[in-house]
């Protein structure tokens, strides 16, 4: 079974950067779909950024685009988050999660979680 395990959390103010890591323990497939997910006390689970592996197309929720990119090292195992123009909003525990089987948007289709990494950020 797939482990994966994020790093890189940690406590900025708004405006600040944070970058996100995640290693899976096997290497990812080329037609694999990994992707983040973030969860707020309170409230769900939320989808934030997905990338085809072998051809780095990305999809992101709506309330990161053009502040959060994902990216992979491709010929490994690992994938990143790049945080920028953080806002105290984007406070959530941020889950690394992967392969994708259905809906890419939906939490219940990702078929291997990480324990997650917390993001704070302060006004």
């Known amino acids: 079974q797939v482990q994966l395990v994020e790093s890189g959390g940690g406590s900025v103010q708004a405006g600040g950067s944070l970058r996100l890591s995640c290693v899976a323990s096997?290497?990812?497939?080329?037609?694999?779909?990994m992707g983040w997910f973030r969860q707020a006390p309170g409230k769900e689970r939320e989808f934030v950024a997905a990338?085809?592996?072998?051809?780095?197309?990305?999809y992101y929720g709506e309330s990161v685009k053009g502040r959060f990119t994902i990216d992979r090292d491709s010929a490994g195992n690992t994938i990143y988050l790049q945080m920028n123009s953080l806002i105290p909003e984007d406070t959530a525990l941020y889950y690394c999660?992967?392969?994708?089987?259905?809906?890419?948007?939906?939490?219940?289709?990702?078929?291997?979680w990480g324990q997650g990494t917390q993001v704070t950020v302060s006004s």
């Open positions: 999660a992967g392969p994708v089987s259905g809906n890419l948007y939906i939490a219940s289709s990702y078929q291997h």
């Open positions: 990338i085809l592996w072998s051809r780095g197309i990305t």
């Open positions: 096997e290497r990812v497939a080329d037609n694999a779909l």
